[in-house]
């Protein structure tokens, strides 16, 4: 603990998107009040801003506290901000007597007040959960990529079996509809071609009139702005208006990802899923009726405690029914605190490895046709970032695949014309043609 404010700070960030954007709004924070960003070894502040989802994250918190102490013993000033902070709380103090603070994800804005109380001697933990407090509190987006985040709505209240989401971000609530569209202008008055909104249920944004699909047309009507996307939805909350704009919105990406889990509706039930196998077709079908070209990409858990092979084999018969350019698929893990955690018929890991390893070649194999089927299609490609050889740029399509282009005196932040000459199973290759916006 130091008895010095700190004068550099450096963000870690685990997890979602929606932590990468937490984070970015916490460098803006620090840097606001003229704090410089630093890298992790030489930072005065170091923030771990964690997520809870993957399995054993918080062990992994703690091995990451332990190599922050330097040779000569000092540490630096401390935060472990996010899910694992909200879950764990006093703990992580009482487990690592270096951590000066102990922040929930919805109380990052106090940081500031906590890092000059550490500056005094003293150890916070705020673990509250005040809804959009934060938001208020935080500075003006500042300089932005291509590329930016917007977090439009917070919290869950689905209360899936397997999931401690609820109990780390709180109740659902959405963000003001003025405060997102001038955030959004924001953005792009600081350099963002691209916006993607985020939420935990990002399609339950809404005011009691208004849902996501109003919202993502008042951002179509954006100048400057280029290409609006969303994640993560939940299926229960694929309004008509939203679907709709996937078909009448042409900044509307043509990619949705919409996360079933599973195949069979008994084990749906059992992780208190909202929808049924059925349901979720429907869905899949109504979008595609509107946007038939949409990329689709979804989430999976194999392993969920009493699953039986008959339950996998209806997992993979959806998966082929409807046909996904990319999804992430995991083992079901327990989380303390969840129901399932406790549930009979824990499957054994050996067959849950199995399971996994037979959905996620069925997956491969699926993004690997969707990519050679873009072969030979013209598209735009917004370039992010800089590639491995010299003159060569990165972007994504449309449908969020990466494409590698040779573009000797263009920029990021440019969006070009390309033909795709190659197809690998994990990126494109394009052969570029004129740029078309700058």
Request: charged content about 25%; aromatic content about 6%; some cysteine.
């Amino acid at each position: 603990m130091s008895n010095e404010s700190p004068k550099t700070f450096h963000v870690k960030n685990y997890g979602c998107q929606m932590n990468v954007y937490d984070g970015e709004r916490m460098a803006e924070m620090f840097a606001a009040r003229g704090m410089e960003a630093s890298d992790k070894e030489d930072a005065d502040l170091v923030i771990l801003n964690t997520c809870h989802i993957r399995e054993k994250a918080a062990e992994k918190v703690y091995s990451e506290i332990g190599r922050l102490r330097r040779k000569d013993g000092s540490s630096p000033v401390i935060a472990v901000a996010g899910c694992v902070a909200q879950a764990e709380g006093g703990e992580i103090s009482r487990r690592a007597s270096e951590v000066d603070i102990v922040v929930g994800p919805q109380a990052y804005h106090k940081l500031p007040d906590m890092v000059a109380a550490v500056a005094k001697g003293e150890s916070t933990v705020d673990l509250g959960l005040p809804g959009l407090d934060k938001f208020a509190a935080l500075p003006k987006r500042r300089k932005t990529g291509p590329t930016a985040f917007l977090t439009v709505q917070e919290g869950c209240d689905k209360f899936c079996t397997y999931c401690v989401v609820p109990y780390t971000r709180g109740a659902e609530i959405s963000r003001p509809f003025a405060e997102l569209v001038d955030e959004a202008k924001a953005l792009v008055d600081a350099g963002a071609k691209e916006i993607t909104l985020l939420g935990q249920n990002v399609n339950a944004w809404g005011d009691g009139e208004q849902d996501l699909g109003t919202l993502i047309r008042a951002l179509d009507r954006i100048d400057g702005l280029h290409r609006i996307r969303y994640m993560t939805s939940h299926p229960n909350d694929m309004t008509d208006g939203l679907i709709a704009a996937h078909g009448d919105v042409e900044k509307l990406m043509p990619y949705l990802h919409l996360p079933v889990q599973a195949g069979n509706d008994r084990i749906l039930k059992a992780m208190n899923r909202s929808h049924s196998r059925e349901s979720y077709l429907r869905i899949i079908e109504k979008v595609r009726a509107v946007r038939p070209d949409i990329a689709l990409s979804g989430d999976f858990i194999v392993g969920f405690p009493g699953e039986t092979d008959a339950e996998f084999e209806d997992t993979l018969s959806i998966v082929r029914e409807t046909v996904y350019s990319y999804a992430y698929s995991f083992k079901y893990s327990p989380r303390p605190g969840t129901p399932a955690a406790t549930m009979d018929g824990q499957i054994a890991p050996e067959v849950a490895d199995e399971r996994l390893q037979r959905l996620q070649a069925l997956i491969s194999e699926q993004q690997a046709a969707f990519n050679r089927g873009t072969l030979g299609k013209r598209t735009s490609v917004l370039l992010e970032k800089p590639g491995k050889l010299e003159g060569q740029l990165i972007g994504k399509s449309p449908w969020l695949q990466s494409v590698h282009i040779l573009a000797p005196g263009l920029s990021i932040g440019d969006i070009v014309d390309v033909d795709i000459v190659e197809a690998g199973p994990l990126s494109l290759k394009g052969e570029l043609l004129m740029q078309v916006a700058a």
